[in-house]
């Protein structure tokens, strides 16, 4: 029997997804058409033998997460739980607070999966590779060039038996080009050298007698605490991919995600993916419309786009790379490119909005997606247009690499600017 279990954080993570994480938590925004978690779960559903799939976070359960849990339990017919952390624990320490949920009914191992990655989860290759030795701890890694790789956990391996050897959060400089894809496999042995960060925690924190501070006592940090303290001494593993994984931490990399997810499509969900239809819109590459949009049969919609819930998409409207939320209306002849158009906007008749896309180089097969800062020297840099939920777009204006805060109604065209 195995568990799975996403850990999805809480308000305070998630910054530069804003403006979009004001309205909906980041792990439920949707990404090629659904909620960006679903697709963890629908992997881990597909595992023989899963039997419960917990989220840890500190989000105060909201409409949203309750109704996607209810959702998530029909549709796959698995207890989906959120078990809520009394404050951020870190990546290790909701594990280790829910450790008695997690191994109730004797797993015989559970998955850990952060919940911001967008990945083809090769979990069932994983679980073939932890029966092989049940080592407590299997890391899922993959490459990543010399720069990015200093983004990301750092994993050197011994290239025969594939030990982690030795394990850099985000070094300062190279250590090694395997990064932590962050989904691990864990064996329920793997709770006691959490036991025994959080015991030195404790101990530590009644010394330094500093109540309230954070990280607090019962912080555990997967990534230092355990995989750097324990790298060399047999007991983690990396099992390496060279499948589809991207982080996604800005709107511009939940774009790339949902690329990425929606050229998968053809093979998991081809279902999802709309076909060209007499009389419908015309589809270029791969698209998803949600049944409840309405598009009009003029349009032309593709590659990489996903349409939510209730939009509704005009005459003459071009698309392209484009993300467009639940309720919004692009008028008549709107061309929309490498943007994300928020909940319930308005983009007026003929008006362009516009982004410049920050993918990875497409020249270099390790190459990853770089996690954008907004600024540099002082300036915006040129990156996809967000419009925030309900934003008016008047007619015949252009928007160009733009950021627009919600509720903003906007009288002319703009370009590099945020617009608050
Ligand atoms: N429950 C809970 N979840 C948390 C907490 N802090 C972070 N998380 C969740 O844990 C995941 C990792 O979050 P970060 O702490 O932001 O780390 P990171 O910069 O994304 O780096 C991690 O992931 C990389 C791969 O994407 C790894 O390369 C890296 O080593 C590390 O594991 C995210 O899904 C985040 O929501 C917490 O206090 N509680």
């Known amino acids: 029997m195995l568990k799975a279990v996403i850990l999805i954080g809480g308000p305070q993570k998630g910054t530069r997804f804003r403006p979009l994480s004001f309205e909906v938590p980041k792990p439920l925004f949707p990404v090629a058409g659904v909620p960006m978690i679903q697709h963890h779960i629908e992997a881990c ?4 033998g899963m039997q419960e799939i917990l989220l840890i976070g500190f989000y105060q359960p909201d409409e949203a997460l309750t109704q996607f849990l209810e959702v998530a339990q029909q549709e796959f017919n698995l207890p989906v739980r959120y078990l809520q952390e009394f404050a951020p624990l870190g990546t290790g320490g909701g594990l280790y607070h829910f450790r008695d949920q997690i191994l109730a009914g004797g797993p015989e191992a559970f998955f850990v999966l952060n919940a911001d990655v967008c990945s083809d989860f090769p979990l069932s290759a994983m679980l073939d590779a932890h029966r092989c030795e049940r080592h407590p701890f299997l890391l899922l890694g993959t490459t990543a060039n010399r720069t990015q790789s200093l983004n990301y956990g750092c994993i050197v391996e011994n290239p025969q038996t594939h ?9 300062s400089t190279f250590i090694s080009d395997i990064i932590n894809c962050g989904i691990y496999l864990f064996s329920p042995e793997a709770l006691k050298p959490l036991r025994d960060v959080f015991q030195r925690n404790q101990q530590d924190g009644q010394l330094e007698d500093s109540p309230g501070s954070w990280p607090g006592a019962g912080t555990i940090r997967l990534e230092q605490d355990v995989f750097s303290a324990l790298a060399g001494q047999g007991q983690i593993y990396v099992h390496l991919t060279d499948g589809i994984w991207s982080q996604i931490k800005s709107a511009g990399s939940a774009l790339y995600a949902s690329r990425l997810y929606l050229g998968r499509y053809q093979i998991t969900h081809p279902e999802r993916l709309a076909k060209h239809t007499p009389g419908g819109p015309r589809i270029r590459g791969n698209v998803y419309i949600h049944p409840t949009a309405k598009v009009a049969p003029s349009a032309v919609l593709g590659p990489n786009v996903s349409i939510g819930k209730g939009v509704t998409v005009g005459e003459g409207v071009r698309l392209r790379e484009s993300i467009v939320l639940h ?13 994300i158009v928020g909940w319930g906007s308005t983009v007026g008749r003929w008006a362009r909005v516009e982004g410049t896309p920050n993918d990875p180089n497409p020249n270099d097969p390790r190459a990853r997606m770089d996690s954008e800062s907004l600024f540099k020297d002082g300036k915006l840099l040129p990156a996809i247009t967000i419009l925030g939920c309900r934003v008016r777009i008047p007619a015949e204006v252009l928007i160009l690499n733009s950021i627009v805060l919600p509720h903003k109604e906007l009288s002319r065209s703009f370009t590099n600017e945020i617009i608050l």
């Open 327 to 339: 309720g919004a209306t692009l008028q008549e002849h709107t061309c929309v490119l490498h943007s």
């Open 45 to 48: 559903a597909q595992v023989p």
């Open 163 to 171: 030990e982690v050897l030795h394990y850099v959060e985000k070094p």
